[in-house]
């Protein structure tokens, strides 16, 4: 896999991490924890393109 295809997956990956974050949000009962996590992983997936696209 490229580069380039790698970071348009883990790109992928962020924006539908960020739906699910949205839209867990705007439920009557959002479960903080599961928001928690959810973001938690966007900024790890963040913390890679962004290492990622200095190469």
């Known amino acids: ?3 380039a295809s ?3 997956e883990l790109r992928r ?6 739906n699910s974050v949205v ?3 705007r439920q009557p009962a959002a479960d903080a924890i599961k928001v928690a996590e959810m973001k ?3 900024l790890r997936l963040k913390e890679e ?5 200095r190469i």
């Open 40 to 42: 938690k992983q966007k």
């Open 6 to 8: 790698h970071l348009q």
């Open 1 to 3: 896999m490229s580069v």
């Open 13 to 18: 990956k962020h924006d539908s991490l960020s």
């Open 23 to 25: 839209w867990e949000q």
């Open 49 to 53: 393109i962004t290492k990622l696209a």
